[in-house]
């Protein structure tokens, strides 16, 4: 028995001594890509010129570019990437299937078209942005979710097949309301690529208290992940209400891709690359998963737009193409990896 219990923690600890590596380095790498991106641009500033930047308020050039431009489209990226990569994370435990993320199985397309909506048809009411998102997400994850479920659970095959026919019907409404208000399209055009150009701070300070509220909702939601994780039957033997924790786990995830679209457009793969791979680095346990893969998340967002904007300038990139770029290959990768087991589900 001593034996055993002597493998037993031996095993243990090389996990957890990775998952405490993972939980201090990622940080490090966020605070640094975000000083980094704070100087680096068509104008670039040394690291004395960025703090002075930020903690003064004389009207130097250095306080224009870094305080009033650079550090809120910074934090408007983290922020982004945070909530892709927990709705991701969540939508993954949900539904048992590495393959779910906001932007493959629809949701990321059903906020976009009541994004579009808004700011086509009703340009006045911009502050309901983050509200019409919101629903637009939680009326694609419910139609996907209800068509996903058979006898016995969820398939992975029917959950990817009804949300490519959610991102089809979604686009294509997207499509028709630009071609009915064609006058209006061209200041949609670089939203609906996905980015952070012209954010600032009416935009970081019209999401941030929603933001908040739904993380501390996901910081709650980690032990019904847990427990969802055990399977229905598991679950419900356990006391579980499944159906009740279903839903409220699917309203907290798709608040937060809303949250994201209202202010980026159409962001995509940020929740299915970063869970993923924080998931290979650290394990499935949600307690270190999803703050692992929030800041996973920013630590993409703010690098991927630094590249964006930086690398073929005087020309920006928007950042949902570069991680497109970087996203789908890797989704192709996991469809070919999880190929025997979707094709038997």
Request: proline content about 4%; some cysteine; overall charge positive.
């Amino acid at each position: 028995m001593r034996v055993k219990e002597e493998k037993s923690v031996t095993s243990i600890h090389p996990l957890a001594k990775k998952r405490a590596i993972v939980l201090i380095t990622l940080p490090i790498l966020l605070f640094v890509v975000s000083i980094g991106s704070l100087m680096i641009g068509q104008v670039s500033f040394s690291v004395g010129e960025v703090f002075q930047g930020i903690v003064s308020s004389d009207d130097s050039l250095a306080r224009r570019i870094v305080w009033e431009i650079r550090f809120p489209r910074i934090l408007v990226g983290i922020i982004v990437g945070m909530c892709l990569a927990i709705a991701g994370a969540m939508l993954q435990g949900i539904m048992q299937n590495p393959l779910a993320d906001p932007g493959v199985i629809g949701i990321t397309a059903g906020a976009g078209i009541m994004a579009v909506l808004v700011m086509i048809v009703f340009p006045g009411y911009l502050l309901f942005l983050p509200i019409a998102a919101f629903s637009g997400a939680f009326v694609a994850a419910m139609i996907v979710y209800i068509l996903s479920v058979k006898k016995g659970g969820t398939s992975p095959t029917r959950i990817i097949l009804v949300g490519v026919a959610v991102n089809a019907i979604c686009g294509a409404g997207t499509n028709m309301l630009m071609m009915l208000f064609s006058d209006r399209v061209q200041s949609v055009l670089p939203w609906l690529s996905g980015g952070l150009m012209g954010v600032g701070w009416v935009q970081f300070e019209s999401i941030i208290y929603y933001v908040l509220f739904a993380l501390l909702l996901a910081i709650y939601s980690i032990k019904h992940i847990r427990i969802m994780r055990l399977g229905d039957e598991m679950a419900q033997l356990l006391g579980h209400n499944v159906e009740q924790s279903r839903l409220f786990l699917i309203v907290i995830s798709t608040l937060l891709a809303g949250l994201a679209v209202s202010v980026a457009g159409l962001v995509g793969f940020v929740g299915l690359v970063v869970p993923h791979m924080i998931r290979l680095l650290i394990g499935g346990d949600y307690r270190y998963l999803i703050p692992a893969s929030a800041i996973g998340g920013a630590l993409l967002v703010v690098f991927a737009d630094t590249i964006a904007r930086s690398v073929f300038n005087p020309i920006e990139i928007p950042v949902g193409i570069l991680l497109a770029f970087i996203g789908g290959p890797y989704f192709l990768y996991l469809i070919h990896r999880r190929g025997n087991s979707i094709a038997t589900n």
